[in-house]
């Protein structure tokens, strides 16, 4: 069996949240919701004699894209029309950019299970996205409903260099740009409603060639679940072909996550085929040494680095630290958090109780309803011993329905931790009494059963007894 070496590179379409769309005054808010064409003038919806007018904004947040990703930004690029025609595509092209887009020549260094990695950014430019399509199947025929809200909205299209290799490393590349734009402040990272789309570029070489293979594109992947499945399929798929002598078809292709497959949708076009010219409409897109300044010195800090200063500042894991400022949201809860509170015991509570509490509702950090003064509270008072970790996690609970205070709760229910050395001694002694074969094991060398025992006596205590003076008392009465 020969060895390929996989070579995969990524076409991200990331919508730019701005108020309005990128060629007309229509509002954002109908892009993904409301009724359907509710957000739709002549301008997106292609009538003759009209004229669009690049909206600044979105021009201002691809330039924040651009400078985060380190490339170098066209003092002038170019709008083009991009024909192909399709019922969501009202004007019969689409506005976007090509032989001189805004920027090129970029990279970004992110984590991956092997270490970290550098990815080579080829171009970042401007578009617009089409219209959607909703295809009815019914006792009365099938039908195919158009919604132009979406159409006209200012789409970032960011394309990498053929650097990854692996399903691992094309899922860590998208999740580092997800995470950037997020920081950015550009886009919401929304998978599910479409504002943020994947689409990787896969194909197979003989390992150790420098030659490319033929290469297929996956359509719109809108999870990162489903981006390394199609990539993982197609490595799999493309391998079989070639190891049976069968060409590789270059094609586009749909993804069936049901499935687990991917399905040709049709040929894959060259740049020929969408018969590419300037837009005659726009004139050219002139970016200034003074304008680009403003954006590069109003730039947040990016997750990467972020999540370094985070090993270093707060002395958190690798991992730790990644996840912390994977979302910035929950990086500045976690600053907040850390003025109060041992970094440590912030970065164990955030990414534990808190992020279960919200991945069950499927909520983020911006729903939690504790602010970070009142989860310090609960998480200084287990940190001084006043409360045990499990008492600690069933007040987090009770704070989280009843809206009280930890010391309120705590006060309330009689929660304290109990070092009287009588009170102590009555619940070893229950325990030890209830289990005299676990206590005739450990004797006998079974030395593991003294963690069951020492369970059983603060069961007993109901989570209350001090588990330092717990464990001297078990220590003394087992001998």
């Known amino acids: 069996m ?10 991200i379409h990331a919508v730019l949240e701005t108020r309005t769309k990128m060629f007309c005054a229509c509002p954002m808010l109908g892009s993904t919701h409301d009724q359907p064409n509710a957000a739709v003038c002549p301008v997106c919806a292609g009538m003759p004699g009209t004229l669009p007018v690049a909206n600044r904004a979105a021009v201002e947040f691809a330039l924040r894209v651009a400078l985060a990703l380190e490339c170098e930004v066209s003092p002038v690029s170019v709008f083009a029309r991009k024909s192909y025609f399709y019922p969501d595509l009202p004007k019969g092209y689409q506005i976007s950019q090509y032989d001189q887009p805004l ?11 092997a270490g970290d990695k550098t990815v080579r950014i080829r171009r970042v430019h401007i578009e617009e996205d089409t219209g959607k399509l909703t295809h009815l199947n019914g006792d009365d025929g099938s039908a195919s409903l158009v919604d132009l809200n979406r159409a006209g909205v200012p789409l970032l299209e960011i394309v990498s260099e053929p650097d990854l290799h692996s399903a691992d490393d094309v899922r860590a590349y998208a999740v580092a740009i997800h995470s950037l734009l997020r920081a950015l402040g550009v886009n919401s990272g929304d998978l599910e409603k479409g504002l943020f789309r994947i689409e990787p570029n896969i194909s197979l070489r003989v390992s150790g060639s420098s030659e490319y293979g033929t290469r297929v594109e996956v359509k719109n992947l809108n999870s ?22 069968q060409p590789v078809v270059q094609q586009t292709l749909g993804w069936d996550d049901g499935r687990g497959t991917t399905t040709p949708q049709r040929s894959k076009e060259d740049a020929e085929d969408y ?25 947040p800090e990016l997750p990467y680095a972020r999540a ?20 910035t949201d929950v990086a500045n809860y ?8 041992p970094a440590k015991a912030a970065a164990n509570w955030l990414t534990g109780e808190v992020f279960s509490w919200l991945n069950e509702r499927g909520l983020g950090i911006a729903a939690f309803p504790l602010n970070s003064e009142a989860l310090a509270a609960l998480v200084r008072m287990a940190a001084d011993g006043d409360i045990s970790l499990n008492t600690a996690k069933s007040v987090l609970g009770e704070m989280l329905t ?49 963690q069951f025992l020492f369970g059983q006596a603060m069961r007993l205590s109901d989570g209350r007894a001090d588990p330092g003076l717990l464990q001297e008392e078990l220590a003394r009465q087992l001998g």
């Open 334 to 341: 976690f600053e907040e958090l850390a003025k109060n509170v």
């Open 224 to 245: 990162f679940r489903s981006l390394e499945r199609a990539v993982a399929y197609e490595i799999q798929r493309q391998t079989a072909l070639l190891d049976a002598g």
């Open 103 to 113: 920027a090129q020549n970029g990279l970004i260094t992110f984590h991956t299970a």
């Open 275 to 299: 018969r590419y010219f300037p837009e005659p409409d726009l004139p050219p897109l002139v970016v200034s040494r003074e304008w680009l300044a403003e954006v590069r010195a109003a730039l």
């Open 402 to 450: 009843s809206g009280g205070t930890a010391a309120e709760i705590v006060a309330a229910k009689n929660l304290g931790l109990v070092s009287d050395p009588e009170a102590i001694a009555g619940w070893v002694r229950a325990a030890l009494a209830a289990h005299p074969e676990q206590v005739a094991g450990y004797q006998g060398g079974k030395t593991g059963l003294k």
């Open 308 to 327: 370094q200063r985070f090993e270093r500042q707060y002395g958190l894991e690798a991992y730790d630290a990644r996840v912390l400022t994977a979302d």
């Open 2 to 11: 020969t060895t390929y070496e996989p070579v995969m590179g990524l076409e």
